[in-house]
């Protein structure tokens, strides 16, 4: 038997949303797993890169044996039904790039958990899925809009449990990514941030978490200009970005810019924005870009609204994102 997932991109925390916003995007990461024919011949992973953006040295970095978080997910969902992976082939079709901060490896747990859980006659639903991946990736803001699709604010529970909710997003808000040539491990940037942070630094984001659902609900740019704004992790990640700050100044000066703010962990800068001025964006970020000898790909995208979905037909594997 052979099974196929596709899975979006996510953008994870959204300005205030630190750990617990996240929303999907339209470009996709395919996963498969098939029962070998040859008993004893062992797991194999193999990875295809479906994207010229996608650097081959950073995927041959990529574990390839048990320690992978596909073969992790893999045995997670196996051992729900008391058994190990054996004799699986998985294919990983990778069109997100890698360590940009849009839920690459979030978009592998899922699809080789669904696919498993396929392949296992479904012994796992959906509030098990996104508590296993969530164990595996730590955080809920990629998984959730990865399995569900859409804009979410998600939260974990003591016992392990995802609560989940989904918000809309405006139809004709934009979302420009600004992905640089350069990687950034999410590991790393999560070492520089406080185990504490001071108490006026929570409640500026929880201010504007909630000017942030308002806004999305009310589709007001106006309030979602004052709801783009972090102090629990973007300042301590600074450093692994330059010229963040002054994209962040010179997109203030557009009225029809109501944020910008890092998707995930960086190194990807999202720009929010309604409007027709897209070509003006994307020039201001070049030029900033330009001054620090930064290289990158500039996309706008719609929000993608499903989430990961098992495959039946070969037509459906669209792999590129879709440029407003
Ligand atoms: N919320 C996580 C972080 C996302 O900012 O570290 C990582 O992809």
């Given at each position: 038997?052979?099974?196929?997932?596709?899975?979006p991109?996510?953008?994870?925390?959204?300005?205030?949303?630190f750990?617990?916003?996240?929303l999907?995007?339209?470009?996709?990461?395919i996963?498969?797993?098939?029962e070998?024919?040859?008993?004893?011949s062992?797991n194999e992973?193999?990875?295809i890169?479906?994207?010229?953006?996608?650097?081959?040295?950073s995927?041959?970095?990529?574990?390839m044996?048990?320690n992978?978080?596909?073969?992790?997910?893999?045995e997670m969902?196996?051992s729900l039904?008391?058994?190990?992976?054996?004799?699986l082939?998985?294919?990983?079709?990778?069109?997100?790039?890698?360590?940009?901060?849009?839920?690459?490896?979030?978009?592998?747990?899922v699809?080789?958990?669904m696919?498993?859980?396929a392949?296992?006659s479904?012994?796992?639903?959906?509030?098990?899925i996104l508590?296993?991946?969530?164990e595996?990736?730590?955080?809920?803001?990629?998984?959730?809009?990865?399995?569900?699709?859409?804009?979410?604010?998600?939260?974990?529970e003591?016992?392990?449990?995802?609560?989940?909710h989904k918000?809309e997003?405006?139809?004709?808000?934009?979302?420009?990514l600004?992905?640089?040539?350069f990687?950034?491990?999410?590991?790393?940037?999560?070492?520089?941030l406080?185990?504490d942070?001071?108490?006026?630094?929570?409640?500026f984001?929880?201010?504007?978490m909630?000017?942030?659902i308002?806004?999305v609900?009310?589709?007001?740019?106006?309030?979602?200009?004052y709801?783009?704004?972090?102090?629990l992790?973007?300042p301590?990640?600074m450093?692994f970005?330059?010229?963040?700050?002054?994209?962040q100044q010179?997109?203030?000066?557009?009225d029809?810019?109501m944020g910008?703010v890092?998707s995930?962990a960086g190194p990807?800068?999202?720009?929010i924005?309604?409007?027709?001025?897209?070509?003006?964006?994307?020039?201001r970020v070049?030029?900033?870009?330009?001054a620090v000898?930064?290289?990158g790909?500039i996309?706008?995208t719609?929000?993608?609204?499903e989430?990961?979905?098992?495959?039946?037909?070969?037509?459906?594997r669209?792999?590129?994102?879709?440029?407003v």
């Open positions: 038997m052979k099974v196929s997932v596709k899975v991109a996510t953008s994870a925390n959204l300005g205030p949303g750990d617990c916003l996240g999907a995007l339209p470009i996709y990461n996963i498969t797993i098939e070998k024919v040859l008993p004893g062992g992973i193999n990875i890169v479906n994207n010229k953006n996608i650097d081959e040295a995927v041959n970095q990529l574990p044996d048990e992978s978080i596909a073969y992790k997910s893999v969902l196996y039904t008391g058994q190990v992976p054996t004799d082939k998985m294919t990983i079709e990778t069109n997100i790039p890698i360590a940009r901060g849009m839920g690459s490896s979030a978009s592998v747990i699809g080789s958990l696919a498993a859980n392949l296992l479904n012994p796992a639903d959906e509030a098990a508590s296993i991946a969530t595996i990736e730590k955080h809920p803001d990629n998984i959730v809009p990865a399995v569900v699709g859409g804009l979410v604010a998600s939260s974990i003591d016992d392990g449990s995802v609560f989940y918000l997003w405006p139809d004709d808000w934009h979302i420009t600004c992905i640089p040539d990687e950034l491990q999410t590991e790393i940037a999560r070492s520089v406080p185990k942070v001071p108490m006026h630094d929570a409640t984001n929880a201010m504007r909630g000017m942030f308002e806004a609900k009310n589709k007001d740019t106006e309030l979602m200009k709801a783009l704004h972090d102090k992790h973007q301590y990640r450093k970005l330059p010229a963040f700050e002054e994209i010179s997109l203030k000066e557009l029809n810019v910008c890092l995930g990807t800068i999202l720009v924005s309604h409007g027709n001025n897209i070509d003006e964006i994307k020039q070049r030029g900033c870009w330009d000898n930064i290289n790909e996309i706008t719609k929000i993608e609204h989430g990961a979905k098992l495959l039946d037909s070969h037509s459906e669209i792999n590129s994102p879709q440029i």
